[in-house]
């Protein structure tokens, strides 16, 4: 557990950004199987969690795209984001790092 606070500024964004990732990937899944005005619950919890990243990933990406595509460079962009994150944390000798011999 002392681990974990000793690098909580690493690991609280990147469960942060995993857990929307994740989000997006099941809101893209379920989409496939579901109207998009749908009216359950689980659905508007996909969509309220999601719609922010998804605003943002729609306002630069051509219009041409389509809807699950824009689901889909949005979990790219999270994943994208999460790497860099990551190696900068890493290049600035603040990240976490395997104990020798582990």
Request: net charge neutral; aromatic share 18%; no cysteine.
């Amino acid at each position: 557990m002392n681990e974990f606070w000793s690098y909580w500024y690493f690991h609280v964004p990147n469960f942060v950004l995993a857990a929307i990732m994740y989000t997006l990937l099941g809101r893209l899944v379920l989409g496939l199987f579901v109207p998009e005005n749908w009216d359950n619950f689980i659905w508007r919890g996909f969509k309220f969690i999601t719609d922010p990243v998804v605003r943002v990933v729609r306002y630069v990406t051509p219009d041409v795209i389509a809807h699950p595509l824009v689901l889909l460079f949005g979990v790219l962009w999270l994943m994208a984001i999460r790497f860099v994150y990551l190696a900068t944390l890493l290049n600035l000798g603040l990240g976490p790092v395997a104990a020798p011999g582990a």
